[in-house]
Structures are given as C-alpha cells and as structure tokens.
C-alpha cells in the first residue's frame, strides 16, 4: 500500500478564517513533506517533517503552521491567509528524508482563499 | 543549483500514437522520479530511476547518468495519458526534491 491520504480535497475560506490541512500515511515512513503547487507550475517545498521533528522550513510565512502529531500525521494550519495562496497543497511521504527515497504524494487540497 | 529542464513543454498526440518525453539535469543525481499529475491534481509515482532501464506496461524509462538525462516513453497513448508529466531529481548535497517544468500532455480520442 503506497497510499497518502489528504482531506479535505477542497476547501474554501475568507482571509479571516482558520483551518486546517490533515495528511495520513500508514506506510511506516518517517519523513513527511508539504508542498505548495501553484496552476501551471510544479510543486514547491514547504516544509520537511524527519521523524516527527521539522526539519526544514523553505522561509514560508508564519501564517502556514505545520504540525506532525504523530509519525502518520501530518497537519497543515491556515490562518490570515491572503488571496495570492491560492494554490493546491500536497503532502508527501517517505520512507526516511534521505537522498535515495522515494516520495508518494497524496491527492492534494485544492485551496480558495478569498 | 541543480536545473532540470523537460522537453517539449507541450505535446498533443492522437490516441494510439506513441511519444518520448525528456529529462535534462545540469548535475549528478541519486534520485530521479518521473511522476505523472491526472487533471484532478494527483501526482502518481511512475518511476524511480536514477539509472539504467525500467519498463512497466506500456510506459519505461531510461536514465543515462553519466550523461544527464532521462527519457519516459509512452506507448499505444490512451486519453487516460493526458495531464502533466514531470521529472524531480535529488543530489546527495541537497536537502529536496527539484522538479522540472513538466511536460504537458493531451491525448486526443
């Protein structure tokens, strides 16, 4: 099973609004991702979860909170978000963050910021 | 950094048809996925390769590594083909994927 699972798919909000981002994996991996992938792009890295502990962080804006509750969760928290975030968020996963690992996406959320 | 540069940028084939798409890198890899992403978003795993030949079904790759690039071909295209292909590739001394600028696919019935 190479699954990543990601709700909600679609989520609408206004600039004021709070919410979250929820992504599973029961693959045992250890090392989780969130990128961010605007239209007509490829994906951009947001954040790097090595067990449990953030890893990297690619200067994203405080607004973005990431959260790793547990090795198969992975939590994304919005707030004061701006129109321009727009954009379809997927998480990944892996078996450890090393070089030779190979990443399993989810489906992605598509966010509406407005 | 590392540059990845896929080509062509777009490619609309008859179903059918046959198309090899292609990977340059600018520097030596240890990781190279080709992932194709459907019109609903999904990016789906169809190789890691970074080197050598894999087949599965009517899609393969070759990665030669020692020349920097990669190619993915399709054969017998179907619709469910369409969407964008894209090639990612890690070096030992980063700390992330980077991926190309993909490659556009339309399959036309």
Not at chain 1, 75 to 90: F, G, I, K, R, V
Not at chain 2, 4 to 24: K, M
Not at chain 2, 83 to 95: E, K
């Amino acid at each position: 099973d190479t699954e990543v699972t990601q709700t909600p798919k679609h989520l609408v909000m206004g600039m004021t609004n709070k919410k979250s981002l929820k992504c599973e994996q029961h693959m045992g991996h250890r090392a989780m991702y969130w990128y961010k992938q605007k239209a007509k792009k490829p994906p951009e890295l947001m954040f790097v979860y090595s067990y449990e502990k953030l890893s990297i962080n690619e200067s994203v804006p405080s607004r973005f909170s990431p959260e790793c509750p547990n090795s198969s969760l992975l939590n994304l928290h919005l707030h004061a978000l701006q129109p321009e975030d727009s954009a379809l968020y997927l998480c990944a996963s892996s078996l450890r963050d090393s070089v030779t690992d190979t990443q399993y996406f989810g489906p992605g959320t598509r966010l509406t910021v407005l | 950094g590392i540059q990845v540069e896929q080509s062509p940028p777009d490619l609309i084939l008859q179903e059918g048809a046959n198309s090899t798409l292609r990977c340059n890198f600018s520097d030596s890899v240890n990781n190279l996925q080709w992932f194709h992403q459907n019109p609903w978003g999904q990016l789906i795993n169809l190789f890691y390769i970074p080197s050598g030949t894999k087949q599965n079904g009517r899609l393969s790759a070759t990665t030669v590594a020692t020349e920097r690039y990669s190619l993915l071909y399709i054969s017998s295209s179907q619709t469910t083909d369409s969407g964008v292909y894209f090639c990612a590739v890690r070096m030992d001394s980063s700390y992330k994927l980077i991926f190309g600028s993909g490659t556009r696919l339309l399959v036309r019935p």
